[in-house]
């Protein structure tokens, strides 16, 4: 099972080799991972509920949709060959390659924040009187964050779709 290296994995792809077996198991790690993100997130405490939710779920559930269809086109659609077995693999490996970067990005933003709530007596934002207003921003990069993952799928779904 790959976890970084699409290289090996479109060569795979393309020649045909992955096996269903190993199929399975990319299946079953974004299975696995959904699964686990979703029962975790429900056991958080709930937060406010705003307009910038709602707008949040319809935009991140349209990209998911809209990149996963563009995928499949991508890949030949009706006249396509195994797009479940190029899909689930290309996309665990860009969630692992995405996570990375993110960690990248977020573990230096917080322990920032965290010195200069530290440095300046809390945030002024944690009074709870009401959303924030970081609120549109935040959903703004994801939605971005969202649209180049599927993107880049579109990308090696074409390259592993056209190699043959």
Known sequence: MYFWNLRALKRELVAGTLGEGRVFSYFF???TFDTVLYYLGS???AS???IWTYVGAVVMAGTTL????VAWRQNGGTAGRDFLGRYFPLLWVLVVRFLAVMMAIILPV????????????GSSTESGDGPSPW??????VAWAW???FYWRLVVHMRAVASAR
């Open 29 to 31: 790690a974004v299975l």
């Open 43 to 45: 056991l958080l405490p």
């Open 48 to 50: 406010e509920t705003t």
């Open 66 to 69: 809209t990149g996963t269809y």
């Open 110 to 121: 917080a322990f920032v924040s965290g010195l200069v709530a530290g440095l300046t007596g």
């Open 135 to 140: 609120e549109p921003l935040v959903l703004a």
């Open 146 to 148: 969202l649209a180049v």
